[in-house]
T-cell receptor, first 114, second 112 residues
Framework: DAMVIQNPRYQVTQFGKPVTLSCSQTLNHNVMYWYQQKSSQAPKLLFHYYDKDFNNEADTPDNFQSRRPNTSFCFLDIRSPGLGDAAMYLC?????????????FGPGTRLTVL | TQLLEQSPQFLSIQEGENLTVYCNSSSVFSSLQWYRQEPGEGPVLLVTVVTGGEVKKLKRLTFQFGDARKDSSLHITAAQPGDTGLYLCAGEGGGSQGNLIFGKGTKLSVKP
């Protein structure tokens, strides 16, 4: 059974049109992460939530926002997508965080910006 | 800024061959993780190495953490087509809790 679920798997949006990506988890983990992975590049952390505490990476553009209304769900909002935002967006969870804690990744949402 | 350099970037081999991929840094890491990512899927954790010099085995995969904890290697014996994928190493990036930084990965293709 899928533990970290991302919807949709593929998202097409237009330049400048806001888009929301969804992640849900059945693991009851405290920490949820959003990563951006561009073609042939490493996943790059955008932000993460420890419970309700939001932690933004210093170089994450303001165009990217996140919401975590409850333990199970986390959303990534891209307010005005640009062509450079086309990428795979990966959601991950971990029980308590920390670098030896296992992160469980969802299958990703591939975003195309036209 | 901590960086993880992976080599080779691409590797194409025949079934049954052995291979080694490397993950190197000038920084010391308290631990390193190896993930495999298949096309269209998220990364899946293979192993975490914590102690300098540590060797861990996962069937035909052997992971080693360097004595100085600045590098790691993954050796695959008798590769199979099912081993095809992107192999990523990751370590703590400092700053916020649970912040992993990833290498760019080694894209492995094993041909039957």
């Amino acid at each position: 059974d899928a533990m970290v679920i991302q919807n949709p798997r593929y998202q097409v949006t237009q330049f400048g049109k806001p888009v929301t990506l969804s992640c849900s988890q059945t693991l009851n983990h405290n920490v949820m992460y959003w990563y951006q992975q561009k073609s042939s590049q490493a996943p790059k952390l955008l932000f993460h939530y420890y419970d309700k505490d939001f932690n933004n990476e210093a170089d994450t553009p303001d165009n990217f926002q996140s919401r975590r209304p409850n333990t199970s769900f986390c959303f990534l909002d891209i307010r005005s997508p640009g062509l450079g935002d086309a990428a795979m967006y990966l959601c991950a969870t971990s029980r308590v965080g920390g670098t030896t804690d296992t992160q469980y990744f969802g299958p990703g949402t591939r975003l195309t910006v036209l | 800024t901590q960086l993880l350099e992976q080599s080779p970037q691409f590797l194409s081999i025949q079934e049954g061959e052995n291979l080694t991929v490397y993950c190197n840094s000038s920084s010391v890491f308290s631990s390193l993780q190896w993930y495999r990512q298949e096309p269209g899927e998220g990364p899946v954790l293979l192993v975490t190495v914590v102690t300098g010099g540590e060797v861990k085995k996962l069937k035909r995969l052997t992971f080693q953490f360097g004595d100085a904890r600045k590098d790691s290697s993954l050796h695959i014996t008798a590769a199979q087509p099912g081993d095809t994928g992107l192999y990523l190493c990751a370590g703590e990036g400092g700053g916020s809790q649970g912040n992993l930084i990833f290498g760019k990965g080694t894209k492995l293709s094993v041909k039957p």
